[in-house]
């Protein structure tokens, strides 16, 4: 009695029950997974008196949780064969999961120098003792999705890049839903590239209707050099974590794409473990309906001499909702960091809706730190001043737009991946009419 | 032949009326000056033949070359043949010079019932022009007048004024902010524009720029109505004696 608890919603008693029945199966971590697993009884589905889900209620969100997904058979693999066509121009070494489970014949499994590759759900099968010591690791927090998803893990890729290694192509983890029954997926990935490697990686994910808790620990050595893309769409529920730990003089850019995005919760941890690194951390969100796109970023300068930069940029149109929360700490011996955050959210409809929550948390004296926020309409003097020069109103509202996103897409080093991002934002700009 | 007749004019902006029955006629390949005091509506007659939205006309029509134009949306209007060079060019981030410039010309082609111009002779066209203008290809494939100074802004209105080609250009205080070499510039782009199917009109506040832009007639204009119309001694004179007496005038 000595504890008030709220009573269980259908969702977190599905989610209780999931657990009870799976953990006999579940491969591996059983200690991890059992003191996860008491973390989220504690703390229940984040809702909005927590103050890092205050936009995204879980539990008004989730009304249901969806049962584990089945591993796919033949069929269900065949559908999702072709999964990953957002970047399907791009040479990627694609390394395929179908509803949370690992397809090595869908995937490119080529040897290549210096790159490991294997199974989450093999390796924890197979006690691997490297992996009992680094997963959950990274980063520890006491955030209840990525507790939910230490308990319920599935499979996921785990990828080492061994020093000076740098990778011919980009890697592609490419999570798809077979679009079978409504079910849901908790993926775990990890993925370390150590010092001096230089890597590509993209993690795309395609969902049906289903649910998704990704979590991928990412862990970048000294004078690493690593580009992350992480494109979402969804018909469903998304959330994902990443958990990212950042060495020296490295540099580190990430961008997110969420476009056809239902409900996502796109939560970034990065912590600056070593001086002299540069981090990129962008995204952009094009949001229509009801589409609910949250990214939160928790941005940890415990070094000093880091730069970052965190820019986003949603176009909201209809009844749809973008929520930006971005933390950065520095600490009090983190000296001269230098960081830069700045949102800006583009209104195409009176009933859309931005929330925009900076917080700077600043310990040291000797830092450059700042932050802006911008949320309005297509501006009426700059549709007239391309009106008046005699571009119709609905072609200068779509330039306008265009050059709104395209200006954070031109961020991404990467040709082929830049391209084929405005291509997608491109076609969703298409589908407006 | 009058390319733009504007009869009895009367225009309000947030509710404050700014033109009060204002008649001008610009004859075809004329160069027209517009001078007047500050407030005396200079500015908003550039917008309201531009179709602005809170410009609200009450009374009054505007023709071009035969055609009532007020109620045609501005890039109707355009395709019409009708340029704006403004006082204040805005900056579109993320379009780049060229992209915008190919993007209006082909939408007035189409709302024209032409075909696009091709590429090559597209870029040969913005090139030429660029060059008289002293724009360096950077500039144009940089974002439309972002980080652009006063004098490349102004610059690039010309640009795509010529490229464009419209029958009807109204510079809109296009000498403001600019010294004496760009102003020569600019005045040298626009006058490499003049010719017998194509007028102009040409408003400031100082009768500098029309000892480069020499016009063929001077409107001075007062309290929203065209006061005196004259030839290009009438800006010499309002140079020397100042808008008093046309205030003073109103008043009587």
């Given amino acids: 009695m000595a504890e008030l608890r709220a009573i269980k919603t259908p969702a977190e008693q599905a989610l209780t029950a999931a657990y009870e029945t799976a953990r006999g199966k579940l491969p591996g971590a059983a200690a991890l997974r059992a003191g996860a697993f008491k973390q989220f009884e504690r703390q229940g589905l984040p809702n909005r008196r927590v103050e890092e889900w205050k936009y995204t209620d879980l539990r008004a969100l989730m009304r249901e949780a969806y049962p584990l997904a089945a591993p796919p058979d033949a069929a269900a693999k065949a559908r999702a064969k072709d999964a990953g066509r957002l970047l399907a121009g791009v040479d990627c070494r694609r390394l395929v999961f179908v509803d949370g489970v690992f397809v090595p014949e869908l995937s490119d499994l080529v040897e290549e120098s210096g790159l490991t590759i294997g199974s989450l759900a093999a390796q924890l099968s197979a006690s691997d003792p490297q992996l009992a010591a680094d997963l959950g690791k990274t980063i520890e927090t006491d955030d209840v999705a990525i507790a939910l998803n230490s308990a319920l893990m599935g499979d996921g890729a785990v990828i080492h890049v061994a020093a000076g290694t740098a990778l011919k192509r980009p890697i592609q983890l490419v999570f798809a839903s077979s679009g079978g029954s409504a079910s849901s997926a908790f993926v775990r990935s990890l993925v370390e590239i150590e010092n001096n490697a230089k890597v590509t990686l993209i993690e795309t994910h395609e969902g049906g209707a289903d649910q998704i808790n990704a979590v991928l620990e990412l862990k970048a050595g000294d004078d690493a050099s690593v580009d992350y893309i992480k494109t979402t769409q969804t018909q469903g529920l998304h959330i994902g974590s990443l958990l990212a730990e950042i060495g020296a003089n490295a540099v580190f850019n990430s961008f997110a794409f969420n476009a056809e995005a239902r409900i996502v919760r796109n939560q970034m941890f990065v912590h600056f473990a070593g001086e002299g690194t540069k981090a990129g951390i962008r995204g952009v969100t094009l949001a229509r309906g009801k589409d609910h796109v949250d990214t939160t970023l928790f941005i940890d300068h415990a070094v000093g001499h880091c730069e970052s930069r965190e820019q986003f940029r949603s176009v909201l149109d209809d009844e749809s909702r973008g929520v930006f929360q971005g933390k950065i700490v520095v600490r009090a011996h983190a000296q001269k960091t230098d960081a830069k955050m700045m949102t800006r959210a583009l209104l195409l409809s009176e009933d859309a809706e931005a929330d925009n929550k900076p917080e700077l948390e600043i310990f040291a004296d000797d830092v450059v730190c700042g932050h802006g926020a911008t949320t309005s309409a297509p501006s009426e003097e700059l549709k007239f001043y391309l009106r008046s020069r005699g571009i119709p109103e609905p072609e200068a509202e779509a330039l306008l737009v265009q050059a709104f996103v395209g200006e954070a897409i031109e961020e991404i080093g990467h040709e082929g991946i830049r391209q084929a991002l405005m291509i997608a934002a491109l076609k969703w700009l298409g589908a407006r009419s | ?252």
């Fill in chain 2, 1 to 252: 032949m009058a390319l733009l007749e504007v009869k009895n004019l009367h225009v309000e902006v947030e509710g404050k009326k700014i033109l009060n029955g204002l008649n001008l006629t610009v004859e075809k390949g004329q160069v027209a000056a517009i001078m007047g005091p500050n407030g005396s509506g200079k500015s908003t007659l550039a917008y309201v033949l531009a179709g602005k939205d809170s410009y609200v006309v009450t009374e009054g029509e505007v023709k071009l070359d035969g055609e009532n134009i007020l109620k045609m949306a501005p890039d109707e209007r355009a395709a019409k043949g009708l340029f704006l060079a403004f006082q204040y060019p805005v900056e579109v981030p993320g379009v780049a010079t060229m992209t915008f410039l190919r993007t209006a010309l082909n939408a007035q082609r189409k709302a024209r019932g032409q075909s696009e111009l091709s590429t090559p002779e597209f870029i040969k066209r913005v090139r030429e022009t660029a060059g008289h203008l002293g724009i360096d290809q950077e500039m144009l494939r940089r974002a439309v007048n972002v980080g652009f100074s006063g004098g490349e802004k102004k610059r690039n209105e010309i640009l795509q004024m010529a490229v464009l080609a419209p029958r009807l250009s109204v510079l809109d205080e296009t000498d403001s902010g600019l010294d004496i070499d760009a102003l020569k510039i600019v005045a040298d782009g626009v006058n490499r524009l003049r010719s017998p199917d194509r007028s102009m009109i040409v408003i400031t506040h100082y009768q500098r720029l029309l000892n480069y832009i020499v016009p063929d007639v001077v409107h001075v204009m007062a309290k929203g109505r065209v006061v005196k119309t004259g030839g290009k001694e009438l800006a010499l004179e309002l140079e020397a004696k100042g808008y008093a007496q046309f205030q003073e005038e109103e008043a009587a």
